[in-house]
């Protein structure tokens, strides 16, 4: 999880055409284009509005729009062409996001079926601002963000989907996301989400599926080697037992750590360039 400080972030290739083009649109990437370029901007979110301002418009991004309120944080970034909604993930030092992750009371959602009661209040918190942002927009919209961010992103979208039917939604993009609802609210949700698994991450694996919660969206998972590859049962199998062996040789806990923002940034990048780690 990480703490509101200036995070520098390595602007793709990808990135870069939107700067560089007048016409080229989010929707003209190709997935892995679209996940390192959301990616990003997850990352970004975890800045200042000066500093996360400065980062957006390096990239291309002319607009840039920050909602704080009680502890909950999000972004509105902008081109011409686009508007993408970046809500900001967990930190250590905000009581609000630390009580947020841990109220797993299910509540009926805005939309349709329950979720997660911490998760939606912090939702509640910006979806003000950030309906008033996109309500009149006529750009096509993209909604992404990281841990408590995904979650919260994810409430956003659903909202977007059923009070805003003329907003065109192009798609969520989450990285370590948790589970924000029951089966009532996934299956009523028709919108394309791009769900990022990091190996071990943990986060994902919160809350427990006992409780009734499961996730949203077609994931894309990256393996033990930071590769991505298609989740299986048997790819499952062989990363639990590569990352306990490579926990003991190095003696650090994978399922923290694969739950960094930069972590999937750099991964994404190398899936992105062809450049994939080479594997035993």
Same mark, same amino acid.
Request: glycine share 8%; charged share 20%.
């Given at each position: 999880?990480?703490?509101?400080?200036?995070?520098?972030?390595?602007?793709?290739?990808?990135?870069?055409?939107?700067?560089?083009?007048?016409?080229?649109?989010?929707?003209?990437?190709?997935?892995?284009?679209?996940?390192?370029?959301?990616?990003?901007?997850?990352?970004?979110?975890?800045?200042?509005?000066?500093?996360?301002?400065?980062?957006?418009?390096?990239?291309?991004?002319?607009?840039?729009?920050?909602?704080?309120?009680?502890?909950?944080?999000?972004?509105?970034?902008?081109?011409?062409?686009?508007?993408?909604?970046?809500?900001?993930?967990?930190?250590?030092?905000?009581?609000?996001?630390?009580?947020?992750?841990?109220?797993?009371?299910?509540?009926?959602?805005?939309?349709?079926?329950?979720?997660?009661?911490?998760? /939606?209040?912090?939702?509640?918190? $910006? !979806?003000? +601002? @950030? %309906?008033?942002?996109?309500?009149?927009?006529?750009?096509?919209?993209?909604?992404?963000?990281?841990?408590?961010?995904?979650?919260?992103?994810?409430?956003?979208?659903?909202?977007?989907?059923?009070?805003?039917?003329?907003?065109?939604?192009?798609?969520?993009?989450?990285?370590?996301?948790?589970?924000?609802?029951?089966?009532?609210?996934?299956?009523?949700?028709?919108?394309?989400?791009?769900?990022?698994?990091?190996?071990?991450?943990?986060?994902?694996?919160?809350?427990?599926?006992?409780?009734?919660?499961?996730?949203?969206?077609?994931?894309?998972?990256?393996?033990?080697?930071?590769?991505?590859?298609?989740?299986?049962?048997?790819?499952?199998? /062989?990363?639990?037992?590569?990352? $306990? !062996?490579? +926990? @003991? %040789?190095?003696?650090?806990?994978?399922?923290?750590?694969?739950?960094?923002?930069?972590?999937?940034?750099?991964?994404?990048?190398?899936?992105?360039?062809?450049?994939?780690?080479?594997?035993?």
């Amino acid at each position: 999880m990480l703490k509101n400080t200036h995070i520098t972030v390595k602007y793709s290739m990808i990135t870069n055409l939107i700067q560089n083009s007048k016409t080229l649109t989010i929707q003209e990437l190709d997935v892995y284009q679209q996940s390192l370029l959301f990616a990003e901007l997850s990352m970004i979110a975890y800045n200042d509005e000066k500093q996360a301002t400065a980062q957006a418009r390096e990239i291309g991004f002319t607009e840039v729009h920050f909602f704080d309120y009680k502890g909950a944080q999000g972004y509105t970034f902008e081109t011409a062409t686009d508007l993408v909604v970046a809500c900001r993930g967990t930190e250590p030092t905000e009581f609000s996001d630390l009580a947020a992750d841990m109220n797993a009371l299910p509540v009926r959602s805005q939309t349709m079926g329950r979720v997660h009661l911490g998760f /939606k209040r912090e939702a509640d918190k $910006i !979806w003000a +601002g @950030i %309906k008033a942002q996109i309500e009149t927009s006529e750009k096509m919209t993209w909604f992404t963000g990281h841990s408590l961010g995904a979650a919260m992103t994810t409430l956003c979208a659903a909202r977007c989907f059923y009070h805003a039917p003329h907003i065109v939604i192009g798609a969520i993009f989450t990285y370590g996301s948790p589970r924000a609802g029951w089966r009532g609210f996934v299956n009523n949700l028709h919108v394309p989400h791009w769900r990022w698994v990091n190996n071990a991450d943990v986060v994902t694996r919160v809350p427990l599926a006992i409780m009734g919660y499961v996730h949203h969206g077609d994931i894309r998972y990256i393996n033990t080697f930071g590769n991505v590859r298609e989740f299986t049962y048997w790819q499952r199998i /062989k990363d639990k037992f590569r990352g $306990i !062996w490579k +926990g @003991i %040789k190095r003696g650090s806990f994978k399922n923290f750590s694969d739950h960094s923002m930069t972590n999937y940034v750099a991964h994404i990048a190398r899936k992105v360039s062809g450049t994939e780690y080479p594997q035993e």
